[in-house]
Nanobody, 128 residues
């Protein structure tokens, strides 16, 4: 499975960006997908995740600092997950990574170790 992120850019505080993560290879609509970010000198942190459950329900999770500003979604027909980021702040500046796993549990959605596949990342820089 290969993950390719796009959409990172330099944007002013208060602006918006939409990140995309397209999966290829032996993917499945049932994969759990997530976004993590890593700022210089800091550990990789969870941003948002989307977990497919039996049936059609997608469970969503957001880190507290992005709730109400970021929205995760997926287009199964395109094997793509999006992260819509609004009202961006300087503290959102980081390298953003997409992650995927065929068996990640909702309870462990926020753990980087839960994910088998990672993209190369895309840089988001928010100027104040």
């Amino acid at each position: 499975v290969q993950l390719v992120e796009s959409g990172g850019a330099l944007v002013q505080a208060g602006g918006s960006l939409r990140l995309s993560c397209t999966a290829s290879g032996r993917t499945s609509n049932s994969f759990t997908m997530a976004w993590f970010r890593q700022a210089p000198g800091k550990e990789r942190e969870f941003v948002s995740g989307i977990n497919w459950s039996a049936g059609t329900t997608n469970y969503l999770d957001y880190e507290d600092s992005v709730k109400g500003r970021f929205t995760i979604s997926r287009d199964n027909a395109k094997d793509t997950v999006y992260l819509q980021m609004n009202f961006l702040k300087s503290e959102d500046t980081a390298f953003y990574y997409c992650a995927a796993d065929p068996a990640a549990l909702y309870a462990a959605l926020r753990r980087p170790s839960e994910y088998e596949y990672w993209g190369q990342g895309t840089q988001v820089t928010v100027s104040s």
